[in-house]
């Protein structure tokens, strides 16, 4: 059995690529305006994503301007998480296209109903377009 094979769509004029699923079918607006995720850390690598969601999710590089990341505690009980920070970014990706169940895997994975973590809007940078994406900030 053939399994789902990821592939590159570039969108020269805008300085942007997306990989993806080779069965997905992407656009600029896709990129640019539609539902999508800001992740950083362990979130960044596909097959950890599948391993999460069942599949793979398309995904670009993106960069969060006047945020960190930073953690909170030691050993075990250390936190990972990115913070307003003036003048720092944080470099990770867009998840886009996320369906309800990618939606749920991921905060299930950030532990929002534990109040871990909240959902939070963010602009974030993307080739040459800034937009809006969903990101977990650390619930402090």
Do not use: C
Request: aromatic share 10%.
């Amino acid at each position: 059995m053939r399994r789902n094979m990821l592939k590159t769509t570039f969108f020269l004029d805008h300085f942007i690529w997306v990989t993806h699923p080779e069965n997905t079918k992407l656009s600029l607006r896709d990129v640019t305006h539609g539902d999508a995720f800001f992740v950083s850390g362990l979130l960044m690598d596909p097959e950890f994503i599948r391993k999460l969601t069942g599949h793979y999710m398309p995904f670009t590089a993106a960069v969060a301007r006047n945020y960190a990341r930073g953690e909170r505690g030691r050993g075990k009980k250390k936190t990972l998480l990115m913070e307003p920070s003036p003048g720092d970014m944080v470099l990770g990706v867009l998840l886009l296209k996320p369906t309800q169940a990618d939606t749920a895997a991921l905060e299930r994975f950030e532990q929002i109903r534990e109040g871990v973590r909240r959902k939070a809007p963010i602009r974030v940078v993307v080739g040459t377009y800034e937009r809006t994406a969903t990101t977990f900030l650390l619930n402090e």
